[in-house]
Antibody, heavy 118, light 110 residues
Framework: EVQLLESGGGLVQPGGSLRLSCAAS????????MGWVRQAPGKGLEWVSV????????YYADSVKGRFTNSRDNSKNTLYLQMNSLRADDTAVYYC???????????WGQGTTVTVSS | QSALTQPRSVSGSPGQSVTISCTGT?????????VSWYQQHPGKAPKLVIY???KRPSGVPDRFSGSKSGNTASLTISGLQAEDEADYYC??????????FGGGTMLTVL
């Protein structure tokens, strides 16, 4: 069974940093681009970032470009999102996402909550 | 990277059909046959119900169907059931390895 398990969410002050992790199982992790999608409280889904299977290519939404870094360790089947210079509008549930050929999300994690507040 | 446009809410009675629209531009919905739809129940992660405009993943009932015309995609749910009550999001490939989501539609089964 394909599973994605996020961790690392929590409360952080504006300007602070946080690193999310996503442990993957049940599929050949290195063969798939992996991404992050977030959902602010009471709001819709927002695509954040995607990384190639080998980790050599990354793409970001304009809203996080320059502040967030998407990376992966294929030896550990783990995806990461390093979030720096956090702002109140980064408050959201962050979902780890397995993509199929970059064109859709076919498996979602259960989400981890990030709250940016003083 | 503007969000795709969906109606905020739709409703229908059990057994009826409802259609949810999703309007984008020629650089996303209109430019690729890579529209997907997700169902999200409160407090849960989204679930893929339609991909590549009109294909259904294994396990999704054939009551769910999708289509596209120009820059607008649609999700139709026929034979509405109580468990279909949820939020629905469209999503389109938008080129350069990016995805764009719609704002979401709340489906109420009356």
């Amino acid at each position: 069974e394909v599973q994605l398990l996020e961790s690392g969410g929590g409360l952080v002050q504006p300007g602070g940093s946080l690193r999310l992790s996503c442990a993957a199982s049940g599929f050949t992790f290195s063969s798939y681009p992996m991404g992050w999608v977030r959902q602010a409280p009471g709001k819709g889904l927002e695509w954040v970032s995607v990384i190639s299977g080998g980790g050599g290519s990354t793409y970001y939404a304009d809203s996080v470009k320059g502040r967030f870094t998407n990376s992966r360790d294929n030896s550990k089947n783990t995806l990461y999102l390093q979030m720096n210079s956090l702002r109140a509008d980064d408050t959201a549930v962050y979902y780890c996402a397995k993509t199929e050929s970059w064109i859709r999300v076919d498996v979602w994690g259960q989400g981890t909550t990030v709250t940016v507040s003083s | 990277q503007s969000a795709l446009t969906q109606p905020r809410s739709v409703s229908g009675s059990p057994g009826q059909s409802v259609t949810i629209s999703c309007t984008g531009t020629s650089t996303d919905v209109g430019g690729y046959n890579y529209v997907s739809w997700y169902q999200q129940h409160p407090g849960k992660a989204p679930k893929l119900v339609i991909y590549d405009v009109s294909k259904r993943p294994s396990g999704v009932p054939d009551r769910f169907s999708g289509s596209k015309s120009g820059n607008t995609a649609s999700l139709t749910i026929s034979g509405l059931q109580a468990e279909d009550e949820a939020d629905y999001y469209c999503c389109s490939y938008a080129g350069t390895y990016t995805l764009v989501f719609g704002g979401g539609t709340m489906l109420t089964v009356l």
